[in-house]
């Protein structure tokens, strides 16, 4: 997969996508990340890329001009290749869940748009196909949305992370919260690891994990099991 991302601040992503998952993916070569300045898209000599809103009012707008150049040169060098997918990130789209990661995991080419300021001009909206807000609540831009949906989807991808079960017993992939996990040593502090869980039965610790992941569930989010299918 091929992502490229267009941003104000393209160093903002530098630390995030060196470590961890998104680190390895990017070595084996099973996904290219690139960000691209949006100021290297105005052709003014101060790279203006905002201007006051028509109608007054607090803050800044984002210009049309500039985000429609970035997408069609970035579109041109992958024209003939594979088909783009142009996502907005801001807190009016659509509420991003695992549903919709695993739907962008099969893309072969996401395009992602960080919003900034007060928000961008409407006009420019007819170029993309989707919006997507991380949350009901506001932040700065849309970097730290951008950096959230590349994590979410890149985990995804076939061959990205080691162990495919992993990924399938998520919290969401399902519809449920994952189960209870456990570990070394047996007891801590009186507090004992369940005997399911060492009895060495894969069908007895399958139900017990699946009970207990409609436990956490119905604790923590009994809104989910409306959604899930049993």
Known sequence: MKIDIITLFPDM????FAESIVR???KKGIIQINTHN??????DKRRTVDDKPYGGGAGMVLKPEPVYRAIRK???????TEKSKILFLSPQGKLFDQKKAKELAKEKHLILICG???DIDA???????EEISI???VLTGGELPAMVLVDAVVRLIPGVVKEKESVIQDSFYSGLLDYPHYTRPRVFRKMKVPEALLSGNHEKIRLWRLKEALRNTYNKRPGLLKKTKM
Do not use: Q, V
């Not at 992503?13 to 995030?16: A, E, L, Q, R, T």
């Not at 949006?38 to 052709?43: E, G, I, Q, S, Y």
């Not at 006009?123 to 196909?129: A, G, L, P, S, T």
């Open 13 to 16: 992503f530098d630390s995030p």
């Open 38 to 43: 949006l100021r290297d898209f105005a052709t």
């Open 24 to 26: 390895r993916a990017s």
């Open 123 to 129: 006009r420019i909206m007819k170029f993309m196909d």
């Open 74 to 80: 970035i579109k041109s060098k992958n024209k003939g």
């Open 116 to 118: 900034h300021y007060e």
């Open 135 to 137: 949350g009901d609540y």
